[in-house]
């Protein structure tokens, strides 16, 4: 491949907290493992979005973070659902997970409007909900993360669960869902970083990232051993 995967990195100086950036970085070094170029852009606020993206990626961060970025990610609505209807794969956590939405009511009455990518709406409970997660999804395994955050999130009829919680909150609390996935967009709220505890979801991505650009792709196995080897220490730690 003469081009490089092009990732965009949203927000990374205001929506970058609890290791978010690894996300990033696991994309690019599982990449150049397999003997791709990776480049990363960051994409803060007023920085216009390059012509061509393969992957996008945002992180969490709290709601001072959310109101500084909020009109700057509406002037971007237009060209983020349009990429998404493209198949751009994205992964979004937390923070812009929730304005990956339509909206976000904060604990004090207010309303941060969402780009609508997802099919979901947050309201801030009275309590945040913290601790580690282990997730069952069939499509990439357990995904093992660490939440902390106060929204109670609901999916709506054009969004499904990422997956459901074994041991964790997830969504809201109740009904048992971790993030969302329509199209080739995937929310959650599980920090850690996510990619680098769960390779099988970080390949995925990739994965549909060559496949838009080039067709069917075969990615190369890799050693995962020490992977595996922190995810059994991740899924046994206390709630």
């Excluded at 709601?63 to 060209?79: A, N």
Aim: charged content about 25%.
């Amino acid at each position: 491949m003469t081009d490089p995967v092009r990732i965009a990195h949203l927000y990374a100086r205001e929506m970058n907290i609890y290791g978010d950036h690894g996300n990033v970085l696991a994309l690019a070094q599982r990449l150049r493992w397999r003997g791709y170029e990776a480049e990363v852009v960051e994409v803060n606020r007023g920085d216009a979005l390059p012509d061509r993206l393969d992957l996008v990626v945002g992180g969490g961060g709290q709601d001072s973070g959310q109101d500084l970025v909020e009109s700057d990610l509406l002037s971007r609505g237009t060209d983020l659902r349009a990429m998404a209807d493209d198949g751009v794969p994205m992964l979004v956590v937390c923070g812009l997970y929730q304005l990956f939405g339509h909206a976000f009511r904060t604990s004090d009455g207010r309303v941060l409007r969402g780009v609508g990518v997802l099919d979901l709406e947050t309201t801030a409970g009275s309590g945040r909900l913290i601790g580690n997660v282990v997730a069952h999804s069939g499509a990439f395994g357990d995904l093992i993360g660490y939440e902390n955050h106060s929204g109670r999130t609901t999916l709506g009829t054009d969004a499904q669960p990422l997956a459901r919680v074994g041991r964790g909150m997830g969504n809201n609390g109740t009904d048992h869902t971790e993030g969302a996935r329509s199209r080739n967009v995937f929310g959650t709220y599980l920090h850690g970083a996510l990619l680098p505890k769960n390779p099988a979801l970080a390949d995925h991505l990739i994965g549909l990232a060559l496949e838009r650009r080039h067709g069917a792709v075969q990615l190369r196995p890799l050693d995962d051993r020490v992977t595996e080897q922190a995810r059994r220490v991740a899924a046994g730690r206390p709630r």
